[in-house]
């Protein structure tokens, strides 16, 4: 598009080339009599005016139209598998305590699947719960101590876990908080889809 071409704006009066404003098909030009800035500016008053209203006309779609938004996403995260760990990621790291508390009803409501899940992870795996038990025994009779700070963050407000590089070698512990510890392993699962 030309950008020597301009239109003037119908809020804040500016002059403008044409594609600092939004397509409209009924306009006589083809776009809309207000630009970009002005539209996101007037379009945020309006929702935080009626942010309520907007909010459950959006869940009353969402709910209305559950397949074609199942469906959506599942499109979105086939195209980048990764997004959607970040953004998990992300979710979890804003809400930890509400996502364990849902975690330890969820266990307490579903311990049939629980257990399979358990009995499924050790036939598959046998090396990575016998490394977890491992390390719970040598902690208890204090041959090892937990630390009480991440190796790679060095916080120590959030829960401490042990990390193996090799579940052969049990003892080889690196001690993480949890979100340094989640994202090792994302990065990780990002970097062998790569190469798969």
Known sequence: M?????KKCSKCGERRPLDEFCKNKRARDGRSGECKECKRFYDRIRYLANKDEILCRNREWSANNRVWVNEYQQRRHAAD???RQAISAKYYDNHTERCRELSRRHAKENPEYYRNHARKTRAERPDVPAAHDKVKYE???GRITKASE??????SSRRIVGHHEDYSKPLEITW???RC?????AARNRAERRTS
């Open 2 to 6: 030309d950008s020597t071409i301009t």
């Open 81 to 83: 598998p990764c997004e």
């Open 139 to 141: 902690i208890q009779t």
């Open 150 to 155: 991440c190796e790679m963050c060095g916080d």
């Open 176 to 178: 993480l908080c949890d």
């Open 181 to 185: 510890h989640r994202r090792l392993h």
